[in-house]
């Protein structure tokens, strides 16, 4: 059974960090391209950044909004893939999400209609 599991969210200030975790159990994480979304109250679901399947090569991929703030990485050892969010602002406040996806293209990709595994969410709250 494929499980991912988030942890990590939290209330923080403007300015602060917060590192989310994805463990991932129940499938080759070395075939799987990892992605984080993230939905805002009244909002539609927003792909923040992915990790390419390290079959393919590995690679990263973030939308301009989080560049230079956010880094996703792994560490195939523990099937676990992070978000390191540095300098949050209060329009990072939402319900973050990691997926899976069987993933041997050269780069990922951030629609959500291509992951189909998904973990229950995690909260990060940025205060102003």
């Known amino acids: 059974e494929v499980q991912l599991v988030e942890s990590g969210g939290g209330l923080v200030q403007a300015g602060g960090s917060l590192r989310l975790s994805c463990a991932a159990s129940?499938?080759?994480?070395?075939?799987?391209?990892m992605g984080w979304f993230r939905q805002a109250p009244g909002k539609e679901r927003e792909g923040v950044s992915c990790?390419?399947?390290?079959?393919?090569?590995?690679?990263?991929y973030y939308i301009d909004s989080v560049k230079g703030r956010f880094t996703i990485s792994s560490d195939n050892a523990k099937n676990t893939v992070y978000l390191q969010m540095n300098s949050l602002k209060p329009e990072d406040t939402a319900v973050y999400y990691c997926?899976?996806?069987?993933?041997?293209?050269?780069?990922?990709?951030?629609?959500?209609?291509?992951?189909?595994?998904w973990g229950q969410g995690t909260q990060v709250t940025v205060s102003s």
């Open positions: 997926a899976a996806e069987l993933w041997y293209k050269s780069t990922c990709h951030l629609s959500h209609d291509l992951y189909t595994y």
């Open positions: 990790f390419n399947s390290r079959r393919s090569g590995g690679g990263t």
């Open positions: 129940g499938f080759t994480f070395d075939d799987y391209a």
